[in-house]
Each structure stands twice: as structure tokens, then as C-alpha cells.
DNA sequence: ATAAACTAGTTTATTATATAAACTATATTT
DNA sequence: AAATATAGTTTATATAATAAACTAGTTTAT
């Protein structure tokens, strides 16, 4: 039987905003942009979803006059990662 | 920078028939019904979609009298998900 | 023999989701 | 003081996932 993939880390820019978070202390929305090459306004989205389940923290401030937002991972995030990492080892690992 | 998930694969139903089909000769609609869980609807929608990609072949008879379909993955299909397990595996990899 | 229930699906309609386009608010440059 | 740029957010649209309803037939009970 199949255990459920997280649907909110099953999303393509979701995953890679997670993956990103995962291997950094914190990231600035302009550095998810880049690696990303997704648009401003699906970074939005998907960061507000991420937010609302508590996966990643939003901290609001400004440099140089601009807005900056930053983001990191919460330990619920971490925790959600390693667990979608492993079911979807487990998809793979059935199919050899 | 990310490379892009193959969106036939990277969906949950999608990935488990896909998954299934490595591992068998082929399989018959009950025999996915079974394992995955899903509706009949659902299944028989997703499997349009690898259908008409190419990523698998579907087979229709009778057996005992009632309609037996199965379905077996092509070659085509085994590359998508083989290079599909390796896009995600790189993501992973990022995360550590 | 006929109605009720079951098998094995397919099609259609509804809901949810992802994405892009348009917008906001402020700052900088010409 | 316009025009352009920054850093986002909100809203509208397109796409996709799912469930419900339907099809076409078979088996079983009456």
C-alpha cells in the first residue's frame, strides 16, 4: 500500500522553496526568485500556504529603504521534509 | 537551479500506477484499484493521461465474460521515470 | 423471466490548485 | 515632477484532481 505524499510539499515550487530553506539558515524573497525562476506572485502564494501549515517562518523588516522579507524553515518543516522524503523513497524503492 | 519535475509524474495518483507498472509485466484495472486505493473515476482518468503520453499501453478483453483491462509500461514511461527519479533525487540531495 | 444487485469501467460535473496578470506602496533616477 | 524600479500582494484565469453519475453488460435471487 501507498502512504500519502504531504500535498503541500508535493508541488513542484513548494519543494523547491523547502529545499532551499532546508540547506540554509534563513533565504530573502529575491534569492528564492533566482533560484527558483518562478514568478513574484506564485512565490507569494506558495509561500503563504507553507506559512499557514506552520513549515516556515516569515520575518518582515527593511534594508536600504526596501521591504525585505525573509524566510526559514520551522522545525514542523524539517520534520515534514524528511518525512515526505522518506514515503516517496518508499514509492521509488517498490518500482525496483 | 532546479530542473522541472515531470508534471505527468509528479502527481500522487500518477506516480503510484507508474510505480505499480515498474514492478509487474502488467496489471489489471482491479489490481491498481486495490493497491492504490483510489476511485474508479480517478484511476481511470490518470491512466488517460499516461495513455495518450505514451507512458504506458492498455489492453482491452474479456474475461469470464466482464471487460479486463490491464496495462503495462513502455519504455518511454520507464525513461520518464527513471529521469524523473534522478530530477528529484538532485533536489534532495540540495536539501542535505 | 424479470427485477435487483454486482462488475468493470467511462464520462461529466464539481472542486481545488497552480499560475499569471494586474495592482499597491514606496523609492530612485532622469 | 514624471518615469522607472523595487518588493512584494491580490485577484482572475486556466488547469488539474476528484467524485458523482452514467454506461453496458452479467449474475443471482424471486
Redesign the interface.
Known amino acids: 500500500?501507498?502512504q500519502?505524499?504531504d500535498?503541500l510539499l508535493?508541488q513542484?515550487l513548494r519543494?523547491?522553496i523547502?529545499?532551499?530553506l532546508?540547506?540554509v539558515e534563513s533565504a530573502e524573497f529575491n534569492f528564492v526568485l533566482a533560484?527558483?525562476?518562478a514568478t513574484r506572485g506564485n512565490i507569494s502564494v506558495q509561500i503563504k500556504k507553507l506559512e499557514a501549515a506552520n513549515y516556515i517562518e516569515v520575518k518582515k523588516s527593511f534594508r536600504d529603504n526596501y521591504p525585505l522579507t525573509t524566510y526559514a524553515i520551522t522545525e514542523k518543516g524539517k520534520l515534514a521534509?524528511e518525512k515526505y522524503?522518506e514515503t516517496?523513497e518508499a514509492?521509488?524503492n517498490?518500482?525496483?
Chains 1, 2 share one sequence.
Do not use: G, N
Request: hydrophobic share 50%; proline share 4%.
Open positions: 500500500m501507498f500519502e505524499l500535498p508535493h513542484q519543494l523547491q523547502i529545499t532551499l532546508m540547506s533560484e527558483t525562476k521534509f522524503v516517496l514509492y521509488i517498490k518500482a525496483r
